[in-house]
């Protein structure tokens, strides 16, 4: 079983900024498709990036202030997070998918295998 831990949540000010990282203990995540996901309270997970070996998506609220990177040698996946809204305010989640080098419909929840627990991040302004 892959276990995957985010890290980096906290609260900031409008305009401030936080750096979320992922991790999978054990897991060599290289190549691998994985996303970040925030959900809100009554809300359904929403994909928030996407990377794989050849692609990135970003959703359109966060294009141009996030950015979703690899560090191989920590064996990391990281969002950058930048000009932070109230509205950026949810929990944020790392997910992958098992054996798949490229996303396949990579702004579904059901397509991810393996799930970290959340990081809160909150936005106040």
């Known amino acids: 079983q892959v276990q995957l831990v985010e890290s980096g949540g906290g609260s900031v000010q409008t305009g401030g900024s936080l750096r979320l990282s992922c991790t999978a203990p054990?897991?060599?995540?290289?190549?691998?498709?994985m996303g970040w996901f925030r959900r809100a309270p009554g809300k359904e997970r929403e994909a928030v990036a996407s990377?794989?070996?050849?692609?990135?998506t970003y959703t359109d609220s966060v294009r141009g202030r996030f950015t979703i990177s690899r560090d191989n040698a920590q064996n990391t996946l990281n969002l950058q997070m930048n000009s932070l809204r109230p509205e950026d305010t949810d929990v944020y989640y790392c997910?992958?998918?098992?054996?798949?080098?490229?996303?396949?419909?990579?702004?579904?929840?059901?397509?991810?295998?393996?799930w970290g627990r959340g990081t809160q991040v909150t936005v106040s302004s």
């Open positions: 997910a992958l998918q098992r054996g798949r080098p490229y996303c396949v419909d990579a702004k579904r929840p059901e397509s991810y295998n393996y």
């Open positions: 054990g897991y060599d995540i290289s190549f691998y498709c």
């Open positions: 990377n794989d070996a050849i692609d990135t």
